[in-house]
């Protein structure tokens, strides 16, 4: 989800009684931030932040194909 939703899809989700791992950046400000870590605590429920870097080396290889010409060119 964009990044200014994270906050908001975690209170709902800490509010249903659901764990979360919330993809970075966790909040826009500290403050949100601490509110959902607090909201957690009080809903007994885990929280956590995570980076996904998955589509890294997927990215990398593309670009190493591109650079390389192999492809022509490519509009």
Same mark, same amino acid.
């Given at each position: 989800?964009?990044?200014? %939703? ?19 950046? #966790? ?9 959902? #870590? %607090? ?9 956590? %932040?995570n980076q996904?870097?998955? #589509?890294?080396?997927? #990215? ?12 022509g %060119?490519l509009?």
């Amino acid at each position: 989800s964009p990044n200014h %939703t994270h906050v908001s899809y975690a209170e709902m989700a800490l509010k249903a009684g659901k764990h979360i791992l919330v993809e970075k950046p #966790f909040a826009m400000k500290s403050s949100d931030a601490q509110r959902v #870590f %607090t909201l957690a605590q009080e809903k007994g429920c885990l929280a956590y %932040t995570n980076q996904n870097r998955r #589509f890294d080396a997927d #990215f990398l290889i593309l670009q190493d194909i591109i650079e390389s010409g192999k492809l022509g %060119t490519l509009i």
